[in-house]
């Protein structure tokens, strides 16, 4: 590459950049030692020539910063691993309890996990091998992720990408995910969304699972208020009208699903409820005091 030299007394040096991520992980250290192991990816240049290792080590107490540049990289491996099959792809937006169709604010954090054998490819060097995002099918504007991609801890296989997106429009979206292993199989897949103002709280869909259950169930909730602290109250009535259950938490909530809120099947007092169908009230408020509400049936089967 060469500096721009827009200034009348600066030269136009050349210089080299090495820019081309072949594997980006973490390794655990243990009494001052770690290993890692990664598979190089078929869209390394071939020529042979020197590469780069760079280590950065953290811990409570101190850190540590290391490079090696001893080694040659290049040329292909005629008796290579035989891989078919491309990666797995898991879409999110904000957390991974994210389900397709669900609600998000403006500006959502396109979240995605991946698995394969033989790793992914972020190299970035193989025309059309680019880990890229698409939003609503926009092929000509697509989102490039190589730098975005981390592998997960000790382990070259399984890794994922944490995406800022900014200023989306109102409405329903789709995101579709390509990814490519170091073979250079590929992969896609995609998740629908609907983008809704934060303003006013809402409650988008409210259930508990499982129903009918027995001695356990689990209270879930979808809302547009993410990133803020949720005060939460579940109130259990018969169908006559009489409330046998009052349930709270306060949650802080990262994505749009309030979950973790479970129910035994006891009344205030402890005694198990006998069989038949009850009306649950769901309310929350957030940090400003505005509340949402909704009302769903449950069933109880012992």
């Not at 691993?81 to 309890?97: E, M």
Request: charged share 20%; proline share 3%; hydrophobic share 35%.
């Amino acid at each position: 590459m060469q500096t721009l030299g827009q200034d009348p007394s600066s030269p136009v040096i050349d210089f080299e950049l090495q820019r081309n991520v072949l594997y980006k992980g973490k390794a655990t250290v243990n009494n001052g030692y770690f290993q890692f192991t990664f598979l190089v990816p078929k869209d390394i240049a071939l020529n042979y020539g020197r590469g780069k290792l760079s280590y950065y080590a953290f811990s409570n107490a101190i850190d540590a910063i290391g490079l090696d540049t001893t080694f040659l990289i290049g040329g292909i491996n005629p008796n290579g691993i035989l891989d078919s099959v491309g990666p797995q792809i898991s879409i999110f937006l904000n957390d991974d309890s994210f389900v397709d169709g669900g609600v998000t604010d403006k500006s959502p954090v396109l979240f995605v996990k991946f698995y394969d054998e033989s790793g992914i490819n972020t190299v970035g060097n193989g025309i059309g091998h680019d880990l890229v995002a698409e939003l609503d099918n926009l092929t000509s504007s697509p989102i490039v992720l190589n730098d975005y991609y981390a592998a997960d801890l000790n382990t070259y296989q399984s890794g994922q990408v944490k995406f800022q997106m900014e200023s989306l429009e109102q409405g329903v979206h789709t995101i579709r995910v390509k990814a490519w292993d170091v073979n250079n199989n590929s992969s896609e897949a995609k998740i629908n969304f609907e983008v809704k103002s934060e303003e006013t709280p809402t409650i988008n869909r409210l259930f508990n699972y499982p129903n009918p259950f027995s001695t356990h169930t689990e209270f879930m909730m979808e809302h547009n208020q993410s990133c803020d602290v949720l005060d939460v109250l579940v109130q259990i009535y018969t169908i006559s009208g009489k409330l046998v259950k009052t349930l709270s938490a306060q949650t802080q909530t990262q994505g749009f699903t309030v979950r973790g809120l479970s129910w035994d099947g006891r009344d205030e007092y402890g005694d198990k409820l006998a069989n038949g169908v009850y009306v649950y009230r769901f309310l929350y408020s957030n940090a400003d005091g505005k509340k949402a509400e909704a009302i769903e049936k449950l069933v109880i089967l012992n």
